[in-house]
């Protein structure tokens, strides 16, 4: 009923910038959480960004100063800005979300299909 559709993704040189949005649709009553995260081959999925329904924000370190993670609840909508960019980037990301679909429902997770996102040298 819920669903996450990442967009934004792609192709970009080092030192570029993209911008991801993620969002959600359906049966939504309540967005708490939001989040990017990401996997790299041969590597654990990742966090690099949160933010709260509040609009508190937390980075992983290695992107902090570069990526920039805001919502938009109107559009029930959150973006990852992303500058700098790095190889180091490169990976599929993927939305998070803890929504609430019905008021008398739990809060439950919900996961994009993912984004790819290559950052060439």
């Known amino acids: 009923q819920v669903q996450l559709v990442e967009s934004g993704g792609g192709l970009v040189q080092a030192g570029g910038s993209l911008r991801l949005a993620c969002a959600a649709s359906?049966?939504?009553?309540?967005?708490?959480?939001m989040a990017w995260y990401r996997q790299a081959p041969g590597k654990q999925r990742e966090l690099v960004a949160a933010i709260t329904s509040g609009g508190s924000t937390n980075y992983a370190d290695s992107v902090k100063g570069r990526f920039t993670i805001s919502r938009d609840n109107a559009k029930n909508t959150v973006y990852l800005q992303m500058n700098s960019l790095k190889p180091e980037d490169t990976a599929v990301y993927y939305c998070?979300?803890?929504?609430?679909?019905?008021?008398?429902?739990?809060?439950?997770?919900?996961w994009g299909q993912g984004t790819q996102v290559t950052v060439s040298s």
């Open positions: 359906g049966s939504i009553f309540r967005i708490n959480d």
């Open positions: 998070n979300a803890v929504i609430t679909s019905y008021a008398w429902r739990p809060r439950a997770d919900y």
